[in-house]
Structures are given as structure tokens and as C-alpha cells.
């Protein structure tokens, strides 16, 4: 089977950093439900980041919530499976969130994180996660 995919990466001036990683697996039909691959992918995703952990890459990693959630907030449209986490990498204390979900057949991951000590700006966070969750509905 054909692997194929694409990544785009999004660093800010502040060290937020977002990835987003649209791909199939190989699979030429990816069910809209949050079920078999996405969950499989979803825990792959957690699974991966312990192993980095394990490596010595990432320490104190915690994933503090695992839940089903609305990518735009409450008045949003996309479910995903999202983790909220937090880890120490080059000495420095980092909180993450990660979002999984179908998209027209594909598989779509989200990465955002930002250094822990970096005040989160609520209302810029809202407005990407709104556009991306409009992004995604269409």
C-alpha cells in the first residue's frame, strides 16, 4: 500500500508550535467516526510520545485529560479524540494538546504546544481552534 500524507508545522515567535498531519495509512476510505483507526491512531499518537519519554528525550510526561472533544469549543462541529499533556524537553516545562480525527477519508493530527511558562492568550487559542474546526467542517 501507498503511504502518502502531508505535514505542515507552524512555529510562533513565542516557541508555540503547531503541526498538522493530514494522511490515509495506505487506506483508500477513512469512516467519519471516532472509532477503529482514529482511536488506533489516536492512542499510536500517546504511545509515541511515551516512547520519547522513554528515551530520555521527554521527562515528567503526563497526560493530564484523554476525551472526546469538539476541535472549535462549544460552538464547534468536528469531534476528535484530544489529550491534554505536559513534559520537560531541553529543560524546559511544555504543555501540549492533541487532537485526532477523520477527515474525508483521511486521518488528521493535531499538535499544538507552547512552553508551560508562556501565559496562554485564551482569546488567540479560541480563534485557532476556531478556524481550524471550520477548516475541517467544510
Do not use: C, W
Not at 11 to 39: A, F, H
Amino acid at each position: 500500500m501507498e503511504q502518502s500524507g502531508i505535514i505542515v508545522n507552524y512555529d510562533s515567535p513565542d516557541r508555540e508550535r503547531m503541526t498538522v498531519y493530514v494522511y490515509s495509512r495506505g487506506k483508500t476510505d477513512i469512516p467519519n467516526e471516532l472509532s477503529g483507526i482514529i482511536k488506533d491512531e489516536f492512542e499510536g499518537a500517546k504511545n509515541a510520545l511515551r516512547t520519547v519519554a522513554e528515551a530520555g528525550i521527554y521527562s515528567n510526561l503526563k497526560i493530564v485529560k484523554s476525551e472526546t472533544a469538539t476541535v472549535g469549543g462549544a460552538t464547534g462541529k468536528v469531534k476528535a479524540l484530544r489529550a491534554v499533556l505536559s513534559f520537560e524537553a531541553g529543560g524546559n516545562k511544555l504543555n501540549s494538546e492533541l487532537f485526532v480525527f477523520p477527515y474525508k477519508g483521511h486521518v488528521v493530527k493535531l499538535r499544538i504546544s507552547r512552553p508551560a511558562a508562556l501565559a496562554m492568550d485564551a482569546e488567540s487559542y479560541t480563534r485557532l481552534l476556531s478556524a481550524l474546526d471550520n477548516l475541517f467542517s467544510r
